[in-house]
């Protein structure tokens, strides 16, 4: 079975500080998806990663992908109370899509 | 450019009622994929179709779920009967090509079986 790990499952931070989120597998993946999830609303894709050792910047989030393909980061700098939310990888498995576990984000301000 | 559209946006019903859900995938998109979300169990997938076609049910917890594409523009989720467990928020989402593309998701029935 594969599957896809978050951690940590949950982060209460004070707003302006910086925190890293992981996503991990066994499996080797040929691309793998960030999403963050609002409270209501439908996960929204963040960013795509392809290559491995691959790093995509979106304002304060630095996605990377590692040199095998089997896991992933999510960092974020000086976070703010806008970045809360549920936030969800996903990949490629061998016949069908499957997303993390999920790592659950407040950012306190 | 219009989501992907689900309704209702809530549903309240009880214990043994018929339940159907509703998506409007995003226009041209191929792949449409149904999941259930629950804070036990995270997002669930149920099912995913391609060219309206369904691809892998095997996340289809029971008999009792049953979904349909009858067209490239709409789609199904039915349960029957509903059960107390049932009760989650069920989303569906579409995308280009069944595996490797984004996904573009509604935002969700949210489900109570009393």
């Known amino acids: 079975t594969q599957l896809l790990e978050q951690s940590p499952q949950f982060l209460s931070i004070q707003e302006g500080e910086n925190l890293t989120v992981y996503c991990n597998s066994s499996?080797?993946?040929?691309?793998l998806q960030w999403y963050r999830q609002e409270p209501g609303e439908g996960p929204v894709l963040l960013v795509t990663?392809?290559?491995?050792?691959e790093v995509k910047k979106l304002k304060r989030l630095t996605f990377q992908f590692g040199d095998a393909r089997k896991d992933s980061s999510l960092h974020i700098t000086a976070a703010q109370p806008g970045d809360t939310g549920l936030y969800l990888c996903?990949?490629?498995?061998?016949?069908?899509?499957?997303f993390g576990t999920g790592t659950r984000l407040k950012v306190l301000a | 450019d219009a989501g992907v559209i689900q309704s209702p946006r809530h549903e309240v019903t009880e214990m043994g009622q018929e339940v159907t859900l509703r998506c409007k995938p995003i226009?041209?998109?191929?792949?449409l994929f149904w999941y259930r979300q629950t804070m036990m169990r995270g997002l669930e997938l149920l099912i995913y179709?391609?060219?309206?076609?369904?691809?892998?049910d095997s996340g289809m917890p029971e008999d009792r779920f049953s979904a349909k594409m009858p067209n490239a523009s709409f789609s199904t989720l039915k349960i029957q009967p509903s059960e107390p467990r049932d009760s989650a928020v069920y989303f569906c989402?579409?995308?280009?090509?069944?595996?490797?593309?984004?996904?573009?998701f509604g935002d969700g029935t949210r489900l109570s079986i009393l």
């Open positions: 990663v392809v290559t491995g050792g």
């Open positions: 499996s080797v993946f040929s691309s």
């Open positions: 179709f391609n060219n309206n076609v369904p691809i892998d």
């Open positions: 996903a990949a490629s498995g061998t016949y069908k899509y499957i």
């Open positions: 226009s041209g998109h191929n792949s």
């Open positions: 989402a579409s995308s280009y090509t069944v595996l490797g593309q984004p996904q573009h």
